[in-house]
């Protein structure tokens, strides 16, 4: 029999409704994976029992002849959205422990579409972070590993690290994420899968645990492209308790995908040539231009003027979002409460904060009380969203003369767990080509495209128009279809 | 000493202090709970004394993921109260994040309009009114009107060392009207406050309930000498009557003038009012005020009024107080009549409808005013729960206009209908109280009584003129006072020669 867990999402649906496999055998196949690979950490509370229910509905629903979409495939939930009765901690000792007794409308939306959770997934705390190691569950460790003779743990990339490490590590088919700035995409491109932030407001950002509520975005990370346009159907949708939902319909992407790209213009950003870039980043960026050549699309070189204000922009309007989203987390009604012998509130609030959030989310929060403050708001905050504004018009700009735009997801291959925590400035830069189509609002995916001379995954970016996911995810295709890419990581664990 | 001077022209309210007059300077921030079913940005219920923790969504005990979403009635009764003070509306308007801590505000930040609020410019006038200090009318500037969450409520009495927190008042609607400092003395600002209550209950948007905390003012008093620049001012947090608003006033004026004259100087500050000592005290000084870190809600999209909301709004607007007290002096009321039914929206709703079935406005607005008013008074009822209603005052009404009953019988009448709740036809009926213009029957009794009375007619003819009401009064008694006074009147007139 094929071994299940190397199936996607495409294929076991497929099987399943053709009755090649039970949703049960495929469920149990998959927990077993899980059960198997304590060693990634890529789970912070395991839920077979939810997985083998919902196979077993699937599986009822087969023979009744009410197959749902996405019937008998168990997936990864990203531990940011809160799920009815499983603990939901975004990474954090503040909501260790924390029951929810509501459940996001992503996750509802997928288990409607007949999806069983096989865990939820580690992350950075709070979402903040680019390799996942400053969760409170302890760091993500990526399955590839370099082919130097060393054995170093990579970074699965962050934050939506426990998510790209298990669907690498074929834990599960598919899982969700969410891109604040780079969080699907970077985790993405450093394990070799695929994974798309649509435009913002497309999900629902209802019961996930806010980072910065201007840019957090729900979407899919899975093998490949296809994959990811039929989950994004089943996450997607308008959502009256969402007041940034978009009231679109969602379009039956999948039906569309085409890696055609005849008439299409693909915009290359000057900009985002860095002076003294990893050469096989270089490389793969020119080999997927010639891949969308290939596959009809009109090449054009395009200017993103402000590109080099998106980073330090971003670093000030997340961290001010956050800095007021993280203030409910007190100690006052759920979560953790620290109350010293003799504690009056204000000792609560600074004995709890200090013990439930980590030292990147204790930074984020003390840079975006500080760029709020009175004083500073105009200098920084105002001055961000000047800049905010500018880039969505540079995009704008550049739209007018292509459809999509391609450049590297990440400036790098995944790096050594450890190598740039002692250095933020130098771990944020791994953003600096994803957060300017956050800023912009707009969708973007990461494909896998080439391995690094170190053998390991690179990834590419397309960047599309506001609500045209579809164009986006057909460029991804045409890469998809051309790179070939089916390098996966050698089991170690 | 100091003694408030009042009189005169409503600015010349002066503190005399010992170098010589100070004027006070008042700005009013009103903070006004909206009349809705739900909370500002959740379904929560909103009923005033429930149970703690009863009415808390979980948007308002501040879940994790759980976001703000905004209610469009809420905003439709903000933007009607910006059109009952004509004010400008702003159909851009955004919602910023105020941000503190406090285990009252589960959030750590209020949602409120800080930058682009809903209501900009608008007014009101207070009128004139003699026997409070107010010798004329006079209009106060609004500046602003903004929508935003109310706060939950500590409750430090259930627990020997810990505060319990009752969040059913977290994320309530409040509305926050914000008046020019353009009050001169505490009388403008009590009939400020009492004409502004009034505005939002004709409209509808708050009820105005001062006691449960639906209305509740921050009092800004300032101090200065006739003509100088504003002083220092000093806002006192939370006053919920209009007597306490007044007080406050009276008392920081005070307490401001008797400061600088004896050297010292106005810290702009917050001060809490302590009713049982009738006393302000600092709270907290401008140094220690907090940075709320203002900055735009990023769940919030701004919120853009199209025409279509704004038509309905504007429609779905009541006539107004001083719309309605026009009407009533042209009908003829009387300036005091017409004052003390437009007061109150339910005491001008039910004189409207006593108006609508055919009672003519000036005997009923007397009517109204001395009987129904006296009659509710002695129950203790308001006139929402009034036993009689406009429909059967009307007929009571009817029967008086029309010579059916005299106004001495209406009141026997009326009295009765309140024991009974029997319509004033059935009770006239019943008990035979119409009153007769049988002239005949009328004659023969004139005709007893003057025979009876031989030495006051006399004295009558003879120049006592003020008997004639002794006849009438005679006359009546022995007709039971069913005689219809005008035929009395004739016939006594005629039979007196």
């Not at chain 1, 009410?66 to 008998?72: D, Q, R």
């Not at chain 2, 009013?28 to 379904?43: D, I, M, P, R, Y």
């Not at chain 2, 209950?201 to 449960?212: H, I, Q, T």
């Not at chain 2, 005709?447 to 003129?465: C, F, H, R």
Request: net charge negative.
């Amino acid at each position: 029999m094929t071994e299940l867990t190397n199936l996607t999402v495409t294929q076991i649906r497929d099987g399943h409704r053709a009755g090649d496999f039970s949703a049960v055998e495929v469920a149990e196949a998959f927990n077993a994976n899980v059960a198997g690979a304590k060693a990634l950490n890529a789970f912070i509370v395991e839920t077979p029992e939810h997985a083998i229910a919902a196979a077993k509905a699937a599986d009822a629903d087969r023979a009744a002849g009410t197959l749902k979409p996405l019937s008998g495939v168990p997936i990864g939930m990203k531990d940011l959205f809160a799920t009815n009765g499983v603990q939901t901690t975004a990474a954090s000792h503040m909501l260790e422990g924390f029951v929810p007794r509501y459940e996001s409308t992503v996750s509802a939306k997928l288990w409607d579409a007949g999806c069983g959770m096989l865990g939820k997934l580690n992350l950075d705390q709070f979402a903040m972070g680019s390799s996942n190691e400053t969760s409170y569950f302890g760091n993500v460790i990526s399955p590839w590993k370099r082919k130097d003779g060393g054995n170093a743990a990579l970074a699965p990339g962050g934050s939506s690290g426990g998510s790209s490490t298990a669907i690498a590590a074929r834990l599960c088919p598919a899982a969700t994420g969410t891109d604040t700035g780079g969080s699907i995409r970077q985790p993405a491109a450093f394990t070799g899968i695929s994974g798309i932030k649509p435009t913002y407001g497309r999900c629902s950002r209802w019961g996930i645990v806010a980072f910065a509520s201007s840019l957090d975005q729900a979407g899919p990370m899975a093998r490949d492209v296809r994959d990811c346009a039929i989950m994004l159907e089943n996450m997607a949708g308008f959502d009256p308790k969402d007041a940034t939902s978009l009231n679109l319909p969602v379009p039956d992407w999948e039906a569309a995908l085409s890696g055609d790209l005849k008439g299409k213009a693909v915009g290359i950003p000057k900009e985002y040539r860095l002076e003294g870039i990893d050469p096989d980043i270089d490389a793969m960026w020119d080999a997927g231009i010639a891949m969308l050549k290939d596959a009809g699309a009109e090449v054009v070189e395009i200017s993103l003027p402000h590109t080099k204000y998106a980073l330090p922009a971003y670093y000030i309007i997340a961290p001010a979002e956050a800095s007021s989203n993280l203030a409910r987390y007190d100690g006052v009604r759920y979560g953790l409460r620290d109350l010293p012998q003799g504690a009056g509130l204000q000792d609560m609030y600074a004995a709890t904060r200090a013990d439930g959030f980590g030292p990147e989310v204790k930074r984020r929060i003390m840079i975006g009380t500080y760029v709020l403050s009175a004083g500073f708001y105009d200098a920084y905050y105002t001055q961000a969203q000047k800049v905010r504004t500018l880039i969505a018009r540079d995009f704008d700009a550049a739209f007018g003369a292509c459809d999509v735009i391609l450049a590297p997801t990440a400036p790098s291959a995944a790096f050594g767990l450890g190598e740039k925590m002692a250095d933020p400035l130098a771990m944020y830069l791994n953003d600096v080509f994803a957060v300017p189509a956050s800023l912009a609002g707009l969708p973007a995916m990461s494909v896998p495209a080439a391995l690094n001379r170190e053998g390991l995954p690179l990834g590419l970016q397309i960047i599309g128009k506001a609500f045209d996911e579809q164009g986006v995810l057909n460029a991804g295709l045409a890469i998809e279809e051309r790179a070939g890419f089916n390098a996966r990581a050698e089991k170690w664990w | 000493m100091l003694a408030p001077k009042s009189g005169g022209k409503m600015s010349d309210y002066r503190i005399k202090g010992e170098t010589g007059e100070w004027e006070v300077v008042i700005g009013l921030e009103v903070h006004a709970q909206v009349t809705s079913n739900a909370k500002l940005f959740s379904g929560a219920a909103t009923a005033f004394g429930a149970e703690p923790n009863t009415q808390v969504s979980l948007v308002d005990a501040a879940m994790p993921g759980m976001l703000p979403v905004p209610n469009r009635e809420c905003i439709r009764q903000a933007v009607r109260t910006g059109m009952a003070i004509e004010a400008q509306i702003n159909k851009y308007s955004r919602f910023d994040r105020k941000n503190y801590f406090y285990a009252d505000l589960p959030q750590g930040y209020q949602i409120s309009q800080l930058y682009h609020p809903i209501v900009g410019e608008g007014s009101l006038t207070i009128a004139a009114d003699e026997k409070a200090g107010l010798p004329e009318a006079k209009v106060i500037g609004v500046e602003r009107i903004h929508v935003e969450q109310d706060a939950g409520k500590l409750m430090h009495d259930q627990h020997p060392t810990m505060s319990y927190v009752d969040l059913n008042r977290s994320g309530v609607a409040l509305m926050e009207i914000v008046s020019r400092p353009d009050m001169r003395s505490p009388a403008e600002a009590g009939a400020y406050v009492r004409k502004l209550r009034s505005i939002l209950r004709y409209v509808g948007s708050c009820d105005g309930n001062m006691e449960e905390g639906s209305m509740r003012a921050d009092v800004n008093v300032s101090v200065r000498k006739p003509g100088d620049e504003f002083g220092t001012r000093t806002e006192t947090k939370n006053v919920n009557s209009v007597r306490f608003v007044m007080a406050v006033i009276e008392g920081e004026a005070k307490r401001q003038v008797e400061l600088i004259e004896s050297g010292g100087t106005v810290v702009q500050e917050t001060r809490l009012y302590d009713p049982d000592r009738n006393e302000t005290r600092s709270m907290r000084s401008k140094e220690d005020a907090h940075d709320y870190r203002y900055f735009p809600d990023p769940d919030l999209l701004p919120l853009i009024l199209d025409d279509d909301f704004l038509a309905e709004c504007r429609d779905s607007l009541p006539e107004l107080p001083d719309a309605k007290r026009a009407r009533y002096l042209a009908a003829g009321i009387s300036p005091y009549n017409a004052d003390v039914l437009t007061a109150e929206v339910e005491a001008a709703r039910w004189f409207d409808t006593l108006l609508d079935a055919g009672a003519k406005p000036v005997a009923a607005a007397n009517w109204v005013t001395s009987e129904l008013f006296g009659a509710l008074n002695r129950m203790g009822r308001d006139i929402s729960d009034s036993p009689v209603s406009p429909e059967r005052a009307a007929e009571l009404l009817g029967l008086v206009a029309d010579g059916t009953i005299s106004g001495t019988i209406a009141k026997a009448v009326f009295e009765k209908m309140l024991e009974s709740g029997d319509a004033a036809g059935v009770i006239v009926e019943r008990e035979g109280l119409k009153q007769t213009s049988d002239t005949g029957a009328i004659e023969a009794e004139i005709a007893k009584i003057l025979t009876a009375n031989a030495d006051k007619v006399e004295q009558y003819k003879g120049g006592k003129e003020a008997l004639f009401g002794f006849f009438v009064g005679q006359t009546m008694k022995a007709m039971q006072g069913k005689a219809n006074p005008q035929v009395v009147n004739e016939l006594l007139k005629k039979a007196l020669g």
